[in-house]
């Protein structure tokens, strides 16, 4: 028999789950470089440190695979007008995809090829996207209260965060008049 559990327990009141082997948060400090507005950030940052999201994250652990469950919490918020996201990541092997399931909340996937080529997807509870090979993936929490998703990829994959810590995304999400457009991503221009 393979080392346990084989079964996690999700708690759809929580969004979070048990056992969990991993837990992680990112704070505003630790996502500063992200967000376009940087002087609203700065003067953000000045009165507190808000939690932006955390995730745990379960590998069901086999001699030859290591599928992970992981769920993610992105707490509602904006800086200069910009949603509260997660830091985005093409996955260091490349060739291998992921499955995203939106729990609660409303939200955007946001994906790109390392080509270019960007998607937004829409989310509300019970959208479920792919993430192909070779695609970055953020996702943005464009609601008023928290927004919950569930991945499932291979621990092996692993995160190469650089590549969209230095170019951004293509589009990015904000807010005009209460509601979430996308707009060219200045940086990209630069
Ligand atoms: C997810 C993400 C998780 C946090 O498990 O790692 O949502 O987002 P960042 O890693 O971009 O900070 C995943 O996509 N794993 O591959
Ligand atoms: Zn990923």
Same mark, same amino acid.
């Given at each position: 028999?393979?080392?346990?559990?084989?079964?996690?327990?999700?708690?759809? @009141?929580?969004?979070?789950?048990?056992?969990?082997?991993?837990?992680?948060?990112?704070?505003?400090?630790?996502?500063?470089?992200?967000?376009?507005? %940087?002087?609203?950030?700065? #003067?953000?940052?000045?009165?507190?440190?808000?939690?932006?999201?955390?995730? #745990?994250?379960?590998?069901? $652990?086999?001699?030859?695979?290591?599928? @992970?469950?992981?769920?993610?919490?992105?707490?509602?918020?904006?800086?200069?007008?910009?949603?509260?996201?997660? #830091?985005?990541?093409?996955?260091?092997?490349?060739?291998?995809?992921?499955?995203?399931?939106?729990?609660?909340?409303?939200?955007?996937?946001?994906?790109?090829?390392?080509?270019?080529?960007? $998607?937004?997807?829409?989310? @509300?509870?019970?959208?479920?996207?792919?993430?192909?090979?070779?695609?970055?993936?953020?996702?943005?929490?464009?609601?008023?209260?928290?927004?919950?998703?569930?991945?499932?990829?291979?621990?092996?994959?692993?995160?190469?965060?650089?590549?969209?810590?230095? #170019?951004?995304?293509? %589009?990015?999400?904000?807010?005009?008049?209460?509601?979430?457009?996308?707009?060219?991503?200045?940086?990209?221009?630069?």
């Amino acid at each position: 028999m393979f080392p346990l559990p084989l079964s996690l327990q999700y708690d759809f @009141t929580r969004g979070s789950f048990t056992p969990f082997e991993h837990y992680s948060e990112r704070r505003l400090s630790d996502l500063a470089e992200l967000f376009h507005d %940087q002087e609203a950030v700065r #003067r953000a940052l000045k009165r507190d440190d808000p939690l932006v999201y955390d995730w #745990r994250a379960q590998p069901f $652990q086999t001699p030859e695979s290591d599928l @992970t469950f992981g769920v993610t919490r992105i707490y509602p918020g904006q800086v200069g007008g910009e949603y509260f996201m997660t #830091r985005g990541h093409f996955h260091l092997q490349r060739a291998l995809p992921e499955i995203y399931f939106c729990l609660q909340g409303t939200g955007m996937l946001l994906l790109e090829s390392e080509a270019g080529a960007f $998607q937004a997807v829409t989310w @509300t509870p019970g959208t479920v996207s792919h993430i192909p090979p070779h695609t970055a993936h953020r996702a943005v929490n464009t609601g008023d209260t928290i927004l919950v998703f569930a991945a499932v990829y291979q621990q092996s994959a692993g995160h190469d965060y650089k590549t969209v810590a230095q #170019r951004g995304f293509a %589009q990015l999400v904000v807010a005009r008049e209460g509601k979430p457009v996308l707009v060219a991503n200045p940086r990209r221009g630069e």
